[in-house]
Structure formats: C-alpha cells, structure tokens
C-alpha cells in the first residue's frame, strides 16, 4: 500500500507541472437550493426582495463565469418539491420562505436566462429517490396523488424504486422541464437505493430497477430535445478495485447504481461522481472513472467543502492536487458546493482561477447531427473602445434549436482556434460583439464558429491576410513616444523604405522599412505612415499618435 501511495504522490506532482489549458473540459458547479445553502439567502416576498433574490444570484452567477465555469447543476426539484411552477408538485419554501407558496417569479427561468447571458450552461438538477420528512409538503403531495409509490424509513419519505410507476412519474417530471425550458441538461441525484433500505432482493435485481428508472427519464428527455444533456451524481467510488476496495461504500453494489453501464449504454451522456474522498480513497477510483468513460463525460465531484475547519479542514493543496490529477486523467471537475467556492475558502477561489486561467467549452455529444456550417460574412472593424465584429446568422439543423458562437482573437494571423488562450467568448447568442482593445495595444485578429446544441463546432471564419492586413491599417499604429511599432503583416515584400508624414502631407523623415522606427525627434501629434512609390505614388501603412509623458 505504501508504494501505491508513493504513485499516486508521484503523479499528483507531475501533474503540478502540466499547465496547458484545454479547449474543451467539463467545469461545473453544484449550486444548491435546498434550505438556501447556495441561494437564496433571503426570501422573495415583495417586489424588493424579488429583486435582491436576482441579484444575489447574480453576483454568484458572475463569480463563476470569472472562475471559468462552463456548467451549472442548479436544484430544480429538491424533496417532491420544486422552484418552478408546476402541476406536478407544490413550490418549495426555499424562495418564499413558505412551502407551496409562489415566489412571485420563475427561479428557474431566471437562472436559465442569467447562466446563457454569462455563456454557461444550466442543467436541471433533479433529486430523484428522496422526497424529504414524512410530514413534509413533498410526501404529503406524493402521497394524496400516488401513495403506492411512496415508502417510509423513519421520519423519512422515499420514491420506491421497485414500484413501476416511480420510472414513470419521474420521466414526466424532467419531461415537463425539458419541454418548457431552455435547460441543457437534465442532472439526476440520489438516482439509487437509499443507505437506510433494507434490499431484500438481490443486487442485479436492484440495478434493474434503478437502470428502468434512469433509462425512463433518458428516452423521455431525448425524445422531446435529444441535444439535452442526460447526466447523474454516482457514489464517488463506483466498485471494489483488484488494488484498493471501497470498504463497503460503493455505487455497483452497495445501492445498485451502475453508473459506468449507464455511460456505455447511452442512457447517460455526463457522469459526475461524488469524489469527496481523498488520498487512497481518491485517485485510484479517479483512474477507473476516467478508464471507464466510453464515449461520454465525466468530470471528478469535489468535495470542496471538506476544506471548511467545521467539515474535514483539509488544506488547499488536498483539492489542488486531484484537479491536476483529474485534468491529466482527461476528467472535468465539479465542485461542491457552489458557496465554498465563491466564498474562497483557504483561496479555493484565488487557485481556481489561476488553473483554469482560460475559457473552456463543453465536450461535444456524440451525434450523427452534422456540424453546423461557418459563419458567413465575418467582418472585424474598428470602433471607439477596439472592434466590432459582426456575422451573418448560421441556420440550425433542427427546427427548435438554435446556433451560438465561440469568438477568437489573436496578435498573430491566421488565429489558432485549437489554442485555449484565444477563446474570448463562448455560447455567444447574438452575431455581433464589442471586443475592448487600447490603441496603444498591439492589432488583433479574429475568428468565429458556430457550434449547435450538441456541442459541435463548425470550421473558423476569419478574413483572409489581406483583408487582416487592411483591417490592421485602419487601426492606430503602437507608439510608446520614442518608437513606432509596425505589425509585420504591413511589411509586403514590395515596401524597402518608410516615410512619416504629417497630417499636411509633408514627409518628415525616411527609414528602412522596419517592425522598429525612431520617432523621438516628433513633437506631440498625429501622424501617417506611408510606403513611397515612383511618380510620388505612395501606400498607405497606417496613423500613430505621440502623446510623450502620458
């Protein structure tokens, strides 16, 4: 066991070494309604407090788009109860303060909306098994309408797996959603035998049961918007390994969750275990994860909270260590939960933002769905704060869905989509954008794809050299007062000399062509760069400003 560990150390600061950043990864964070953990923190019961109800959901919403989040777990359905208005089951009392009641608006609306405005995804976190106290409003209301699918353990109430209808009812719960909303995801939580259940049949048995379940819910979301994500929170270790067992406390036979199946199958496209373990307990079931991926997702859950004095106090390099190991096993990470994040507990936060320094996309599903086409009539131009690019709309493939953009920029032509660094924007709704750039900076050039629902991106439309080079004319040459800066693309090979002139025309000085011209001996001023030609023919290269002292 000791050499064991000894990898894994060995790996951990391997992986400290590794930075490159990917172009696509799975970033997600749970954001829990229920008692108000996450949000909210104060109820919505007035049109005032509506209104700090959003934005305190904003302010957390912007906070992890700064960290870099692509995706959103955001509770829906809490105990048989929910945050949406439905026909199905009563209000939750987490917005209002009063269980049943309306808040006075749809949170899950407003989450949907602020998360696609920011360029993340939201998934609809539904917990499925679980429907709270006995005596809550969630039993209460299963039991009046469908008593023969609820069971009691103790004070607490649970859909029963083993009856048929629990497969049913749940699929037209997260049918409902899928159909009304804009959701990208459909996340499945406590999808399996409760610890406190007594199975009394034997455990393949009880995978059946929990497989009909989840395959139910699958096909009845797929079927309405087959590009909605299907994913599910497993127990973090999914089986005993031939080199470290669970201890008993596993997904495969302790509740009957075959999860891994799940993803082989198709009936889940996202797995996110809870991996809220560390050490042994950690990385050898993170390999398994991430052998085991098939052709779907899976991203490490992270028990962030441990790192609280009042949970497990670990340390911030315990968290540090199994995101790097996670990310050079090909695994995303998830995080639990959102406020121990947000609230930069022992800087989780700080480190958070240093690791994923750049945005990321989502992985795309597998689909035989073609890729969408590239944006047509892509023009970058100058404007007041940098650019502004704009592009002709790209149709979908599908009638109900529609198309958003990724836009690149880059200080070198033609621009790399396939590096990390250039992404400036993701799920980007509308077809143009407003890129801030000083023109003091060195010149920019851009590119844009389309990528549909599925996550499917199209080839980059970008403008030709020429075109880039014309671009970079109209924009302000770099000058720092005592050197001019001439990007390298203005320099054809037909330019040998450079002349400075004044506004007037005059020609004040001459140089060798060069990416370096000494302009020190100008007062303040705006200038023009030009190429001389023969018969007092010149080309235009571009204007400076020399602003000295400032």
Not at 76 to 96: A, K, L, N
Not at 472 to 483: F, I, M, P, V, Y
Request: hydrophobic letters at 35%; charged letters at 20%.
């Amino acid at each position: 066991m000791k050499r064991t560990t000894f990898l894994y150390i060995l790996i951990a600061l391997f992986a400290l070494s590794c930075k490159a950043q990917p172009k696509h990864e799975l970033r997600a964070a749970w954001l829990t309604t229920v008692g108000g953990l996450d949000w909210p923190h104060n109820y919505a019961q007035s049109t005032k407090s509506i209104h700090r109800q959003q934005e305190e959901l904003c302010r957390t919403l912007d906070l992890l788009k700064e960290a870099h989040v692509n995706t959103v777990l955001f509770q829906t359905r809490i105990r048989g109860t929910v945050i949406y208005p439905s026909t199905q089951e009563p209000w939750d009392g987490c917005t209002s303060g009063n269980p049943g009641q309306n808040p006075g608006y749809d949170p899950l609306q407003f989450a949907i909306d602020e998360c696609h405005r920011r360029g993340m995804e939201l998934h609809a976190w539904v917990v499925t098994i679980p429907i709270g106290k006995w005596n809550g409003a969630g039993a209460r209301n299963l039991m009046r309408r469908n008593p023969h699918l609820v069971k009691r353990i103790g004070d607490e109430a649970y859909m029963n797996p083993e009856a048929a209808g629990t497969a049913d009812y749940l699929a037209d719960l997260c049918g409902d959603i899928t159909k009304r909303y804009d959701v990208d995801g459909i996340h499945l939580d406590y999808i399996r035998y409760p610890e406190t259940w007594k199975i009394n049949i034997n455990r393949q048995t009880g995978r059946t049961y929990i497989t009909r379940i989840a395959q139910a819910i699958s096909q009845r979301v797929k079927s309405i918007k087959p590009w909605v994500k299907m994913s599910c929170s497993p127990i973090g270790k999914y089986k005993d390994l031939d080199r470290q067992e669970s201890y008993g406390w596993n997904a495969y036979t302790r509740v009957c969750q075959d999860a891994q199946q799940w993803l082989r199958d198709g009936i889940m496209d996202q797995l996110y275990p809870m991996m809220y373990f560390d050490g042994k307990h950690f990385y050898p079931f993170a390999s398994d994860w991430s052998d085991n991926r098939y052709d779907g997702q899976t991203a490490a859950g992270l028990g962030i909270y441990m790192l609280s004095p009042k949970e497990r106090n670990w340390s911030l390099s315990a968290v540090e260590r199994q995101m790097n190991v996670a990310r050079q096993m090909g695994l995303g990470h998830a995080y639990f939960r959102t406020k121990f994040l947000t609230d930069n507990v022992k800087g989780i936060y700080d480190f958070v933002c240093r690791f994923d320094a750049t945005l990321a996309l989502t992985p795309a599903l597998k689909t035989s769905t073609p890729a969408p086409a590239a944006p047509q009539h892509f023009s970058a131009t100058p404007s007041p704060s940098g650019y502004r690019l704009s592009w002709a709309p790209v149709t979908s493939q599908h009638p109900n869905e529609y198309i958003v953009y990724t836009v690149y920029a880059s200080t070198h032509y033609p621009v790399n989509t396939n590096d990390a660094n250039n992404i400036v924007a993701i799920r980007w709704q509308d077809t143009t954008i407003e890129i801030k750039r000083q023109k003091t900076e060195a010149p920019l050039h851009f590119a844009v794809s389309a990528v549909d629902r599925y996550g499917q991106e199209s080839q980059p439309a970008q403008p030709n050299r020429t075109t880039a080079q014309q671009e970079a004319k109209t924009s302000l040459l770099d000058c720092d007062g005592t050197t001019l800066h001439v990007p390298t693309e203005l320099l054809t090979g037909e330019i040998t000399t450079i002349a400075i002139c004044s506004m007037q025309g005059q020609t004040l000085a001459t140089h060798p062509a060069d990416t370096a011209i000494p302009v020190g001996f100008l007062p303040d001023g705006v200038y023009e760069v030009v190429s001389p030609r023969q018969h007092d023919n010149q080309q235009h290269i571009g204007y400076f400003v020399i602003r000295k002292g400032k």
